[in-house]
Structure formats: structure tokens, C-alpha cells
């Protein structure tokens, strides 16, 4: 499960000269996720008189912005957007669909322009502008040497380029790929002309690296390789690649079957990277196997699929890895990015961390050097497949501490009681379909997986606060039924995938007992939940006299030297604040859409602590009068 390829030397290498402590520089505010700010202006005692600052509205989605300077810059559909941090003034917008004019030859023959094979390449939009897609999805990065190079943004599009922009104008640099784009495609699908090539997540910049994954399809048996590749920010060369699925001569190959490794889709990967400046470490959570839902066809642990794998950030080689789900057919990738965290152990030593959550509600806290558990995990039996053919993994790791963040199976009494009808209806349900407890994979029959694979941990990862020691993790606890169908694997060979519905009532409740979501605290020195809380609330239910009951939950949360811990999530367009020792909520203010993405803070020009959200409205920023 875990392998240590060489020993980690420490190299001290500078963080990017743009870290200031009043900043947001990445979307986990820091380089190591940790998505904590030592800004303390608004603290417990005065977070009740937090009030709206500005808002801009222009749509965007699960994005948070980075803030650098008193810059916010923030992508807005197909539009990367420069705000006035204090203010949210427009300082520069550049649109993305009308930045690159397509050359006649793109146009006759995109496909042979850009390199790849004919039916497929760098295509036109109907205007003859190079089609980039939009730089929304994920967010974007910023980079300078420090030295003769200004700061950049770099933005991994929808479409899949790689772009620099002039931080302070919003200008292309046209000197950077082609004509200013860097096509990711070209060595990357030239086999499957016919398949996408998505970035999964925004550029990590390490030293003048760009290092960048795709999101890779998760059917079908052949396909883009989800690869990660580094490339050079100055001349726009591939520097290194890291073969998810390793090839003959690697280590760990054979993990697949016989030629299962050859021409695979994927493993992609749907999260940033993280980067540990002192060691040149780059951690990467990668997706499932394809088909991800039958593994016949892959017999083994099929490496490096919903792994935590540690990189080389300036070569690429393998330092170590840790695999959370063997031979994945539960849909158990990982979901969220690696937190860097400096924690304090129980003999009150310092000990350098790294935590990955999962969709199964699992926290696990590994050692960032080795890859070893700091708190303990156990290969636990897990049921067997009655898929033809399957060979399930006869275990899988799980943390001892901590215990799961939520329940990882339903039991009867568990099943929701909130109106007779309701209830009848819900176990009407459960009595018909298969349940077999905790690791329950996907069936040739109807079955009850808890949690879903929406369950679990969220895309934001874990939060935590070096001056409590506490981890902050947001957890769903909701379920699914599900069956495994027939279907084609890359239009050639016959495969099963599965066919699901939520398990919920006739009004769309949960058919599980409360709580549907939950805000959580975590020590970090013994692994123990220090608190939990309700995250959200359906007020129609409140009303009824139904104690809070928290919603499904997509974003995350971030601590602040203040004391306080911010977080939206929820899925009854609430922002919120609470006391980060005790879980008390402290402010809510209501937003004009659900905010399913980690809020931001930052200090102003004008000297003031901001805080922000980023909904499908747009940007909404709070500050203290």
C-alpha cells in the first residue's frame, strides 16, 4: 500500500515572492491547502457586525478566486477577470473566446495545424477565433521568477491550452506556445483522436514549472492517458511526465493484468495538486480505473488509481505513494486536493503531514516524507462482487483515527422517519434492495450504497488551524441505489456500468436520519472529533419542528487566526461563521445563490480584512463597518 522509492532530501527551496501574508494565492489559500489565513481583524467577539462589502455579478460556479496584492482575480464563464480587491472595480476583463485568431490553416485543417490526428485538434469557434473553451471550472494561478518576468496569470482552459496573461493588463503573451497557446492535446491523444482532453484542475507552479493533469473519461477501456505533465513557463516544453499507469521499467508495473496498462484511459484527476516548496514535492489525488465500475478486465490493485501519489515536482520520478481504494469499482476516487499541514503530535513534537479525505468519509493523516501512517489504518474485509468475473480486493485501508467522519452504511433503524408517509415510503425501498454493510460494491441487483459516491468528504478537502491542532472536515451522508447494466467499453468491448438513483422520498429528502451534512473538528495530535454541527438547514423542516438537519454540501471551509471558521456549502444559500474551538455558529448572511465553492480572505488596500464567496451569481465580499 505504501512504498518508499528513495529517501526525501530536504532542499530549501523559495516559495513564490508574491506570499504575503494579506494574500490568497492559491485556491487553498497557501501552496499546501491548508486554507487557513493568519488575518485576525475579524474575530468571535466582532463577526456578528459582518456586513456585505461589494458583490460582482457575472457568474461562475464551484471557482475561488486568488487575491494577490489587493487583486482579485477571479474566472467568470469564458472571461478571466481583474477586480479591485476592496472595491470589486473592474481593473481588466479578457474573453476568452476572442483572444486567438485561427490562421486559414486551422480552419481548412485544425486537426493537422495543431498536430494531432484529422478529426480532431486546436478547432475555431464560427467567428475564426481559436476555440479555448472556459477558464471557469477550476481557477487559475499566478507565476513570476521574482526577477525580470512580471507576474502572469496562468490559466489551463476548458478546451485544453495552457495560457499566460499580463497580471497587471489582462494582455495575452503571444510569445508563449502558439500564438499564445500552449495546446495540451498534441502528445497527449494523438491515438484517440476521437476523446477529450480536459485539464482537471488548475496549473501548479513549482520553480517556472506549470504541472497539470487531465480529467479523463471514466468509461470506456481505451482512451487519453490521464498522465501528469510539467511543463516549462518560459519556452513551453514538456519537462517531465508521470505515467499514472506505469509502463514496463517502472515501478509498481504490473497492477493491471496482462497488457492492462497499454493505451489506458485515465487514471485523471479532478483536483490541484499541492506543492511542498522545502522538499520539491508535488502530491497528486488521482481518479478511478475505467470502467470504474466493473474490474474484470484489470484484475490487481490497478496502480496508480485512487491513490495519494508524492512527485518529484522538478523530475517527475516517484517518491512514494498510498493507495485509499484498491482495485477501484466503487467509484471511491479521490475527490480533493492533499493539505500540507505541520501538526502537533501527542508528544508535542512537530511532525509534517499530509491528509487526504475521501468520498467514504475517511480522513486519512500520512507522514509527508514516507507516506506512512502518522494515525492508524487497518485493511478491513470488504464484500466480494457478484459481477461475472470480478475479483474485488479482499480488503481495504481504513483509518482507525479518525473514525469515519459519518456513517459508511444504513442500518433499518436508520432509514428517515420525517411523516409516516415518508417513512413507509423509504422503507418500502430498503427492504427490496441489497444492502451488505460498509464497502458495499455496485450489484447485478438493486443495492444500497452508503454512502454515494457524492457522499463522504467534499471536492474542498480538508481545512486546518496550526493554533488549535484542528482538522476541519465538511461531510454528506447520503445514499444511493444502484444496479449494475450492460453497456459497450470503448464501443468494442461488452462491460457493466452502473445505473443509480438517490435514495430519497417523494419529496427529494434524504431517506437516511438527519444529519444530511455536517460541519466537523478534528485533533489532530489523537484523531479524536473534537465537535460537530448541522451544516445547513431546510427551513420548511425547521419550521415543522424538526431539529436542523444540515443539506448535502459541496464546497469548503477556511479557519482564520480570529478564531473563527467560514463556510458556505450548504445547500440553502447561507454563508456562515462559527467559533472554530467549539462549533458554535456565530453569523450567517444570505446569498442570492448556493456558494458550492471554499471562500477567500484577504487583506484590502484600504487595511481591511475581506472575506468572499463565489456563487453561480458571482462574487459576493463581506467586510466589518
Same mark, same amino acid.
Do not use: R
Given at each position: 500500500m505504501t512504498k518508499s522509492v528513495f529517501s526525501l532530501l530536504t532542499i530549501v527551496l523559495a516559495a513564490p515572492v508574491f506570499s504575503a501574508e494579506g494574500d490568497w494565492y492559491t485556491v487553498g489559500g497557501d501552496f499546501g491547502h491548508t486554507k487557513y489565513s493568519s488575518l485576525k481583524q475579524i474575530t468571535t467577539a466582532n463577526v456578528s457586525h459582518l456586513a456585505p462589502a461589494w458583490s460582482f455579478d457575472a457568474g461562475g460556479g464551484e471557482v475561488t478566486p486568488i487575491v494577490i496584492d489587493g487583486v482579485m482575480y477571479y474566472p467568470a464563464g469564458s472571461k478571466i477577470v481583474a477586480l479591485e480587491a476592496h472595491t470589486g472595480k473592474v481593473l481588466w476583463q479578457t474573453d476568452m473566446s476572442n483572444l486567438i485568431p485561427a490562421t486559414p490553416e486551422m480552419l481548412v485543417n485544425p486537426a493537422r495545424a495543431a498536430g494531432l490526428p484529422a478529426g480532431r485538434g486546436a478547432q475555431a469557434s464560427n467567428n475564426a477565433f481559436l476555440r479555448l473553451g472556459n477558464s471557469a471550472k477550476y481557477g487559475v494561478s499566478m507565476w513570476t521568477d521574482g526577477g525580470a518576468t512580471p507576474p502572469r496569470i496562468v490559466v489551463a482552459t476548458t478546451g485544453g491550452y495552457l495560457i499566460q496573461l499580463d497580471a497587471k493588463t489582462g494582455a495575452l503573451y503571444k510569445d508563449f506556445g502558439q500564438r499564445g497557446a500552449l495546446d495540451l492535446r498534441i502528445n497527449a491523444m494523438e491515438k484517440f483522436s476521437s476523446s477529450d482532453y480536459t485539464p482537471g484542475m488548475l496549473p501548479t507552479i513549482y520553480k517556472n514549472l506549470a504541472i497539470i493533469a487531465p480529467r479523463t473519461g471514466e468509461q470506456g477501456r481505451y482512451g487519453t492517458p490521464g498522465d501528469a505533465r510539467a511543463f516549462d513557463l518560459g519556452t513551453g516544453k514538456e519537462v517531465w511526465r508521470f505515467h499514472v499507469v506505469p509502463h514496463p521499467g517502472e515501478p509498481n508495473f504490473g497492477t493491471w493484468g496482462l497488457d492492462g496498462w497499454q493505451d489506458r484511459r485515465g487514471p485523471g484527476s479532478w483536483v490541484p495538486m499541492t506543492v511542498d516548496f522545502a522538499s520539491g514535492t508535488i502530491f497528486m489525488a488521482t481518479g478511478n480505473a475505467t470502467d470504474q465500475d466493473y474490474g474484470a478486465p484489470r484484475p490487481g490493485d490497478n496502480l496508480y488509481s485512487s491513490s495519494l501519489v508524492a512527485i518529484d515536482a522538478a523530475t517527475g520520478k516517484l517518491r512514494w505513494y498510498f493507495q485509499t481504494t484498491h482495485h477501484d469499482i466503487y467509484d471511491w476516487d479521490l475527490n480533493s486536493p492533499p493539505v500540507l499541514a505541520d501538526i502537533t503530535a501527542n508528544d508535542g513534537k512537530k511532525v509534517a503531514a499530509v491528509l487526504q479525505n475521501t468520498k467514504q468519509g475517511y480522513l486519512f493523516v500520512l507522514d509527508r516524507v514516507t507516506g506512512k501512517p502518522i494515525l492508524p489504518i487497518e485493511e478491513r474485509p470488504v464484500p466480494p462482487s457478484d459481477a461475472p468475473g470480478e475479483v474485488t480486493s479482499p480488503t481495504e485501508p481504513v483509518p482507525l483515527k479518525p473514525p469515519p467522519l459519518g456513517r459508511v452504511s444504513l442500518s433499518r433503524d436508520e432509514v428517515a422517519n420525517l411523516s409516516? &408517509?415518508?417513512?413507509?415510503?423509504?422503507?418500502?425501498? $430498503?427492504?427490496?434492495?441489497?444492502?451488505?454493510? &460498509?464497502?458495499?460494491? $455496485?450489484?447485478?441487483?438493486?443495492?444500497l450504497v452508503f454512502p454515494s459516491s457524492t457522499g463522504g468528504g467534499t471536492f474542498a478537502g480538508a481545512t486546518y488551524d496550526p493554533n488549535l491542532n484542528y482538522i476541519f472536515v465538511n461531510d454528506k451522508e447520503v445514499g444511493t441505489i444502484a444496479m449494475l447494466t450492460p453497456q459497450l467499453s470503448s464501443n468494442t468491448f461488452e462491460s457493466l456500468a452502473k445505473s443509480k438513483l438517490p435514495f430519497v422520498d417523494r419529496n427529494g429528502y434524504p431517506c437516511s436520519t438527519p444529519p444530511w451534512g455536517e460541519l466537523m473538528a478534528v485533533n489532530a495530535a489523537t484523531g479524536d472529533i473534537v465537535w460537530r454541527q448541522p451544516l445547513g438547514e431546510y427551513k420548511e423542516l425547521t419550521a415543522r419542528g424538526?431539529?436542523?438537519?444540515?443539506? &448535502?454540501?459541496?464546497?469548503?471551509?477556511?479557519?482564520t487566526a480570529g478564531g473563527l471558521l467560514f463556510i458556505a456549502a450548504s445547500q440553502d444559500k447561507m454563508f456562515r461563521a462559527f467559533e472554530s474551538r467549539t462549533g458554535k455558529e456565530l453569523w450567517s448572511a444570505d446569498l442570492p445563490a448556493n456558494g458550492n465553492a471554499t471562500p477567500s480572505t484577504f487583506l484590502g488596500k484600504d487595511g481591511k480584512q475581506y472575506v468572499a464567496i463565489c456563487t453561480s451569481r458571482g462574487v459576493a465580499a463581506f467586510r466589518l463597518p
Open positions: 409516516p &408517509e415518508s417513512h413507509k415510503f423509504c422503507l418500502d425501498i $430498503y427492504d427490496k434492495v441489497l444492502q451488505a454493510g &460498509e464497502g458495499t460494491p $455496485y450489484s447485478m441487483v438493486p443495492t424538526i431539529p436542523k438537519t444540515g443539506t &448535502e454540501n459541496s464546497g469548503g471551509s477556511i479557519a
